[in-house]
């Protein structure tokens, strides 16, 4: 009899497992983080290559397919992704422009990621205002700390964050505890 009651216990204990399971299961959404990390790596080409960003345009179809084959970024944001991809370097002469001004160093100076990094933070800046400014800037430094130098995310902090003050002018923007100096501004 106590075999009975603790059976059906553990089967009453087993439905509500399911239950709630079922209650707390939510669909994934599209991630944009994941269609950050896409959108550095084809960058990183174009910066290394010197193209004018066409043959990423151009390969949008390709990086669709390469989604289904690398299951981390099934999830990506293709909708984000493919914004991402048809504007970024529409814009890319009045961003690089932005983001020079900031630069302590010229824009080809930089590092592949860290001028892919910042060139995409500079445009989700300018051209995403839904996204907030924390975010954008939070994103930056794990995608330089992923893909980029040991150190290079202080250096990527300090740049996106003085994006962001020029750029997002109305925003009260914390400041990083790291100091670069801008070329522009009194030495």
Known sequence: MNNNTE???NSENSENSENNNKQNFTPRKPSRHFARELMIQSLYQWKIAHDNGENIVLN????????HTIPTYKNASL???QEIC?????????LLTIIENV????????SPVEGSVILLSAYELKFCPQTPTLVIINEAIELVKKFGSSEGYKYVNVIVELLA???RKDE???SSKH???????KK
């Not at 949008?60 to 989604?67: G, R, V």
């Not at 048809?86 to 009045?94: D, K």
């Open 179 to 185: 100091h670069v100096r801008s070329k522009n501004k």
């Open 103 to 110: 630069l302590d160093r010229t824009f080809k100076e930089l």
């Open 79 to 81: 909708e984000f992704l």
């Open 86 to 94: 048809n504007n970024i370097f529409i814009n890319v002469e009045e």
């Open 165 to 167: 003050k020029e750029i």
């Open 172 to 174: 009260n923007i914390i």
């Open 7 to 9: 059976n059906s216990g």
């Open 60 to 67: 949008f179809e390709q990086i669709k397919q390469d989604l």
